[in-house]
Each structure stands twice: as C-alpha cells, then as structure tokens.
C-alpha cells in the first residue's frame, strides 16, 4: 500500500519527513520551498488517489505562484500541528 492511498498515511508519513528535516537543520524557509516544489511536482505528475488530494491537486492548479506558496506553507502547518497532536 502506498503512503498516498490513504490521506492519514500520507499525513503521518509528511509528518515524518518534515520531522526528520527539522532535526537535520534545514530552516523553515527551506522546507516550505520544498514543499512548494513537492507540490507542484504532485500536481502534474501524481494521480489523486483519494477525494482529499483531488480537492488539494484541483486548489493547486488553480491557484497563482504566490497562492500555491501559501498552499503548500499550509500544509507545512497542518502536517506540523497533527503531529503535535499524536
């Protein structure tokens, strides 16, 4: 089963990453670039697997630069605050 089947796996596996950039040192500025790139890679090139990922790959391609910047910041913030929560 892939991480992007499920939208909890596919969060918990985020989690995971975005901890392990943490402790590697990378600053905020570099991960949110990161997931601005991830993004914009899984937009075009993924296939939504769930009702979640079409909702945000359908958000992405709509949304300006500057917007899609602020997408993936949020997602940063909710990867970040589920795992503070578990």
Known sequence: MSV???FDSWKSFLANKLNQAQQQGMS???I???????GDYLSKNVDAKNKE?????????????QEQQAIAN???KFVQSQGNQQ
């Not at 949110?32 to 991830?38: F, W, Y």
């Not at 945000?56 to 630069?65: H, K, Q, T």
């Open 74 to 76: 949020a997602m940063v």
């Open 28 to 30: 905020n500025q570099t």
């Open 53 to 65: 990922e079409a909702v945000l790959r359908d958000l992405w391609n709509s949304a300006s630069e």
């Open 4 to 6: 992007l089947d499920n």
């Open 32 to 38: 949110q670039n990161v997931a601005h790139e991830v």
